[in-house]
């Protein structure tokens, strides 16, 4: 059982898997991040390309959700203009999820067993809270 835990708390960092983060934004619709590849003294790492991550909010009557999203890019000028495609993709993606979610939740009712109009049996005790 310690031996299981310890391999899901496994906090090692992986030194041959480092980005140094820049973000960009234009302070109105979302932001880009952009995540370089570095070795290990934190120098560029030539042999492995940059991601960019787009990130946006979408307003729900709960609050804003945030969407985030990969935006296939080569340079930061290409994530920019494909910024609004991937976002879109995202935003789909996120609201799926989210439909998703509510089915689940609302197919989870727990029926309490029972006789008549939701009486216990006769002999059995109520009240007890039973997880499914």
């Not at 480092?18 to 370089?36: A, F, K, S």
Request: glycine share 10%.
């Amino acid at each position: 059982m310690a031996q299981a835990q310890d391999d899901r708390m496994n906090l090692t960092m992986d030194a041959a898997n480092i980005y140094r983060e820049d973000v960009y934004t234009d302070r109105r619709v979302g932001t880009i991040r952009c995540l370089v590849p570095v070795n290990g003294d934190g120098t560029q790492d030539a042999n492995r390309t940059p991601v960019y991550i787009g990130e946006a909010q979408i307003m729900s009557p709960m609050g804003a959700i945030p969407v985030t999203f990969e935006i296939e890019a080569a340079t930061l000028a290409d994530a920019v203009t494909g910024y609004a495609a991937a976002a879109k993709e995202g935003v789909e993606r996120t609201v799926k999820e989210i439909q998703e979610y509510r089915r689940q939740a609302a197919s989870s009712i727990v029926i309490p067993q029972g006789g008549a109009a939701g009486l216990p049996p006769a002999g059995l005790g109520g009240g007890k809270i039973q997880i499914p």
